[in-house]
């Protein structure tokens, strides 16, 4: 079965700094997706960067980015200029296959110190 | 901006009793996905529409759960009866189609509490 792990169940950053957010997957599709989704407490889940596992260059979205690393299965995210917007739960997630159906991490919380 | 509604915001049953929630996904969106998300843990997913037609529900109890779309607009998902280990955020996110590069939007969730 298609799996998502994040290891890190908290992180802490100070505003302004940079933090890096890992996960790694499982897959033995050959096509697939990535996704880095943003929970704010007592908010709904928004897309915070997408990548396609047939690209080899990086997602970026402004202050947000991803090291894609398809042979070890790597997909991390980093987060530059930290805000205390940026401050709530971020999930990892892989479709499985080519289809929509996500396979999400089971977070890590982020919190941003002023 | 167009979002995904969800009703009620907040439900609070007694096990043995049925419940129901209902999902408005943004308009002209085919695919609708129910979630279950446990508090500490990422959403897994419950049942997969594409239009009106459930395309995935092999994670759903059906012994207790079942879901409908039966305009391939709004949806519904009903629990009887509800047990403990139900107590979780139920999200609801829609899609234009299900492609992986489809955008999935999701609602604000609804959350139960079963006594």
């Known amino acids: 079965a298609q799996t998502v792990t994040q290891s890190q169940p908290e992180m802490s950053v100070q505003e302004a700094e940079t933090v890096t957010l890992s996960c790694t997957y499982d897959?033995?599709?050959?096509?697939?997706?990535l996704f880095w989704y943003k929970q704010p407490p007592s908010r709904q889940m928004i897309l915070v960067i997408r990548q396609e596992a047939y690209k080899q260059q990086n997602a970026t979205e402004n202050r947000f980015s991803v090291n894609f690393q398809k042979a070890a299965k790597s997909f991390s995210l980093k987060i530059s200029d930290s805000q205390l917007g940026d401050a709530a739960m971020y999930f990892c997630?892989?479709?499985?296959?080519?289809?929509?159906?996500?396979?999400f991490g089971k977070g890590t919380k982020l919190s941003v110190k002023p | 901006e167009a979002e995904v509604a969800q009703s009620p915001r907040y439900k609070i049953t007694e096990k043995s009793q049925a419940v129901a929630f209902w999902c408005d996904p943004i308009?002209?969106?085919?695919?609708l996905y129910w979630y279950r998300q446990i508090l500490g843990q990422g959403p897994e997913l419950l049942v997969q529409?594409?239009?009106?037609?459930?395309?995935?529900d092999s994670q759903l109890p059906k012994d207790r759960f079942s879901a409908e779309r039966l305009k391939g607009v709004d949806s519904t998902l009903k629990i009887q009866p509800a047990e403990l280990g139900d107590s979780a955020m139920y999200l609801c996110?829609?899609?234009?189609?299900?492609?992986?590069?489809?955008?999935?939007?999701f609602g604000p969730g609804t959350r139960l509490t079963v006594l």
């Open positions: 308009s002209g969106h085919a695919t």
């Open positions: 897959t033995s599709e050959s096509d697939y997706y």
């Open positions: 996110a829609s899609s234009l189609y299900d492609r992986g590069t489809d955008t999935q939007y």
């Open positions: 997630a892989s479709t499985d296959g080519s289809q929509g159906n996500l396979i």
């Open positions: 529409f594409q239009d009106e037609s459930v395309v995935d």
